[in-house]
């Protein structure tokens, strides 16, 4: 059996229960079963004893496509990709025998397509309550305001948080709008594409030099320390990962929980990055500070923010407007905000700091007005978007509303 990446199993669905099972030693690794209208298929890989498993609507009448990559599957049913999932390790499955076998299960080789997609793939409108659809849900959202519209990047999220055997799996979904009405999808901005990278954590976006660059971390999927790494695109909508920066924290942090680097620009041109984590001298959540001269060499300076207890603060951002400097994280999901008359110290919280937006809600400036966008789930880990406003008060305080394109 041909087991060279890429390559696909091909079959039509039987009117059978089990559609295939391979068995080594009395051990299945491998078997797809059609019941009350659900095809399932569970895959063994040497990293788990646990089967990946990958499910979708189908009947006796449709064709299954299963396409095995070295980091990735995918499920067909009728063409329509349907579930994926992420695999670590080698598969058991290729040279078992079957045990049961009710359909003709072709195998063929995949050719991969090189071809550069399109800025926009498609098209929809109205965000509030948006999710991809076909399984997809969206997580944390990462606005930012360029070239006179607003981008969202968020979270692209099967499975809510269980895929990669509960490492998530997550990628970077980019959609952006005008008018925040009519909206444009873009390809997927950070993707995985190795097998070490178990979730492409939540990040940033800044651009300079006439380049734009995210910043993340990456959970790793043997539980390693989490670098943050960064792509790069020169158009804002094509990025891709520079592999030559790559760094992690050092011991003082707990560097495995290192997530959500938010990066920003002061004055005088240096780079600042906060970084979700733990200070262990302390034993208390922090954003760590860092900051750089030439964007390529972080020097940690201590800390942005620390917790008055082991929770981290998450999802990190920073802004200036109308006078004020502003520093947001969430605790439990939920958002909080300081504010302060200097970039990088000095913050006090307002008498009611609370964010309305739902999950980890991150903002933008956009023409003028203060953006946030979050997620919206009940009782799980990613579901929909959701929108607020913010108005900037006298004394630097915020007020909170739903903006007026999404309320119409």
Known sequence: ??????????????????????????????????????????????????????????????????????????????????????????????????TVKNVTLNEAPVRVKT??????????????????????????????????????????????????????????????????????????????????????????????????????????????????????????????????FRFTLSDRYKSVSARDPKVVKDGGGRLHMFVTTTDLTIGRGCLAHLVSDDGEHFTECGNLYVANNESEPECPDHFFFGGKYYLLFSHGATAQYRVSDKPFSDFTAPDDPTIPCASVPKCAVWNGRILFAGFRADNCYAGAVTFCEAHQLPDGTLSFGMPDEIKK
């Open 1 to 98: 059996m041909n087991t060279s990446y890429p390559f696909a199993w091909s079959f039509c669905l039987s009117d059978e229960k089990i559609q295939f099972r391979r068995e080594t030693d009395s051990v299945v690794t491998a078997d797809a079963v059609l019941d009350s209208g659900r095809l399932t298929v569970r895959l063994k890989y040497s990293w788990k004893d646990e089967p990946l498993r990958l499910s979708a609507e189908a009947d006796g009448s449709c064709t299954a496509e299963i396409i095995f990559f070295e980091h990735r599957i995918e499920l067909k049913i009728n063409g329509r990709l349907s579930d994926e999932e992420w695999p670590v390790g080698e598969p058991l499955f290729t040279d078992a025998p079957f």
């Open 115 to 244: 071809e550069v997609p399109p800025s926009v793939t498609g098209s929809f409108e109205g965000i509030e309550g948006w999710c991809p659809g076909d399984g997809v849900f969206v997580g944390d959202c990462m606005p930012y305001s360029f070239g006179g519209r607003y981008h969202l990047l968020y979270l692209r999220d099967r499975h809510h948080h269980g895929s990669k055997w509960g490492r998530g799996a997550h990628q970077w979904g980019h959609v952006s709008s005008c008018d925040l009405v009519h909206w444009d999808v873009h390809p997927t901005a950070v993707g995985i594409d190795e097998q070490w990278e178990g979730s492409i954590c939540t990040g940033s976006w800044i651009y300079q030099d006439g380049l734009h660059y995210l910043y993340y971390t990456v959970r790793t999927a043997d539980g390693s320390p989490a670098p943050i790494c960064r792509s790069v695109s020169a158009d804002g909508y094509h990025f891709t990962k520079d592999k030559s």
